[in-house]
């Protein structure tokens, strides 16, 4: 197995980090996997910003279960990563979505590869979009135009996390 197919198969949703920062040209790094990543119509519409001010995540947790937000798991939503990042594009472009999750996975696993782990937060998506998240659209530079997309938590694991079960009989080939 090469690097790229053991990041792949071993990149794991890290919900546990330890207090240690992120060194800057590691987040860099991370964020430059995701604007490198392929977008439809190579419209290079997705933005990202990084938030790692502990007062200012701490108001937006607080938000988030202010306005009813919940969680599956009895945590905050962002699991306390040091780095969080915030994924937004363009509200009528139809990619919008598709594109963020293909830059999404692109930092995922150029964080695997640096030894950092990541989580996908979708579950602040709701309240993103809702009218109590306006405040925080516009502190990140949200416009109008834009729809919040995908929440990324970066760094460094602390522990082991499992790998779920892969369900069967998703792949076929149809032969002539
Ligand atoms: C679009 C998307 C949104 C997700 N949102 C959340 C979330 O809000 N909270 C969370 O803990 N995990 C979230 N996840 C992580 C999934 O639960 C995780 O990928 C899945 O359980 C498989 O585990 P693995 O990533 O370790 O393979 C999200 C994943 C994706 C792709």
Do not use: H
């Amino acid at each position: 197995m090469n690097p790229t197919q053991k990041d792949i198969l071993e990149r794991r949703s890290i919900r546990k980090y330890k207090t240690d920062p992120v060194p800057e040209d590691l987040v860099q790094a991370v964020a430059d996997a995701g604007l490198w990543a392929p977008t439809a119509r190579n419209e290079q519409e997705i933005k990202i910003v990084c938030l790692r001010d502990p007062a200012l995540r701490q108001q937006l947790r607080e938000d988030f279960t202010a306005s009813g937000g919940r969680t599956i798991r009895p945590l905050p939503f962002d699991y306390e990563a040091p780095v969080f990042f915030f994924l937004f594009g363009p509200k009528d472009f139809p990619y919008t979505e598709m594109d963020s999750g293909i830059v999404a996975e692109n930092m995922c696993l150029a964080a695997q590869s640096l030894g950092l782990g990541t989580v996908m937060i979708g579950c602040i998506r709701d309240f993103m979009r809702s009218p109590a998240g306006a405040p925080w659209r516009e502190k990140l530079g949200i416009g109008e135009g834009e729809i919040f997309t995908l929440g990324l938590c970066l760094g460094w694991p602390e522990g082991e996390a499992k790998a779920p079960a892969r369900k069967e009989g998703r792949y076929a080939e149809l032969k002539g």
